[in-house]
């Protein structure tokens, strides 16, 4: 199914499931998927009588954005910043991962041997567990990394607890209430996209920032953990990262090896601004494009040539009156 000109339409729903609002004219709708952290989503409503006394209720945190894209639904999160103005109220939105962002560990919890996907639903279990505002979690595939992990109750945000895990073999994402664990070289394949499907051409940028040939990752005490060396290619080029929640060295080993996968070689992207916009006719479905899945990507219209299966990073769909939508893409080498 190509991409298309999709349209949007919006609920503002109650914590308790009831409907609040549904906006009548949507002047501006934008939402986003994102890999290993929160998403965010915005619409700008003209109001009628009706729909401008429902929105005069919205309040943050109490209230969640939900959003359909040709009547799929593609996007719902805690509102949190309601803007009121006499041209039109504009409501931005975090996905589920916002509410992790604002939860602590309510437990001690201590992993002595698992699997850290394991370790990543425990820590969400945990931290939904006093007030649940409606999730699930879906672990894709294993990791195939265990680790021992220490996390003590009311220290630390759930959220940057889960951002740690992904800087040592585990994939995360958003989609709707849904919460997907995945492994970082998960690479399931939703399509194909070749130099005609971006609407501006491609841009491919190396980043040289990124590289790194050997890894040093730091744990808890005396725990270390190393990875790569001198590369016959780059030479050496060392990185250093504190993991205070990694205890043993077979993890901290594994964390420095995720990493070291993700800097060597100097990471190839398709650069992330307009240039990623999709055509129309590109034929992939939007709903599908769920970051830490691929697409395969080839080009011959750069002087530097990609023809690879790419990462999909992130996702940007946005639709503004007659403008109609752009639906971009960021991607990444797969490694696969």
């Not at 503002?12 to 009831?18: L, P, T």
């Not at 993890?251 to 992330?272: E, G, M, N």
Request: hydrophobic share 40%.
């Amino acid at each position: 199914m190509p991409v298309g000109c999709g349209s949007h339409s919006a609920q503002i729903i109650d914590r308790d499931g009831a409907v609040v609002a549904v906006p009548d004219v949507l002047l501006e709708v934008e939402w986003t998927r994102v890999l290993d952290d929160t998403s965010t989503a915005r619409i700008l409503v003209q109001p009628g009588d009706d729909c401008c006394a429902a929105l005069a209720r919205v309040r943050s945190w109490r209230h969640k954005l939900a959003l359909w894209r040709d009547n799929q639904p593609v996007w719902e999160g805690p509102i949190l910043t309601p803007i009121w103005r006499n041209s039109g109220v504009e409501i931005t939105a975090v996905d589920i991962m916002g509410w992790l962002d604002r939860r602590v560990p309510h437990s001690d919890l201590t992993f002595a041997d698992d699997e850290l996907a394991e370790i990543a639903a425990v820590l969400i279990r945990d931290g939904f567990a006093p007030d649940d505002p409606g999730h699930s979690v879906t672990i894709i595939a294993s990791t195939r990394i265990r680790g021992r992990r220490e996390y003590q109750a009311d220290v630390g945000q759930i959220g940057d607890h889960l951002r740690d895990l992904a800087a040592t073999g585990l994939d995360y994402t958003a989609v709707g209430s849904r919460i997907l664990l995945l492994p970082e070289d998960h690479c399931a394949r939703v399509g194909s996209l070749t130099d005609g499907d971006f609407a501006d051409g491609l841009r491919i940028a190396e980043d040289g920032a990124g590289l790194a040939t050997r890894w040093i990752v730091q744990g808890s005490e005396d725990v270390t953990g190393t990875a790569g060396g001198i590369d016959p290619y780059y030479g050496l080029l060392e990185r250093v990262v504190e993991e205070t929640s990694i205890l043993d060295s077979a993890s901290a080993t594994a964390a420095a090896r995720s990493r070291l996968r993700a800097s060597r070689p100097a990471p190839v992207f398709i650069d992330t601004d307009d240039t990623t916009t999709l055509s129309p006719d590109a034929s992939v479905d939007v709903p599908t494009l769920v970051p830490g899945w691929c697409v395969d990507v080839s080009t011959t219209e750069t002087c530097r040539n990609i023809a690879q299966s790419m990462k999909i990073l992130g996702l940007k769909v946005k639709e503004t009156g007659a403008a109609g939508e752009t639906v971009s893409v960021q991607l990444a080498p797969s490694g696969m």
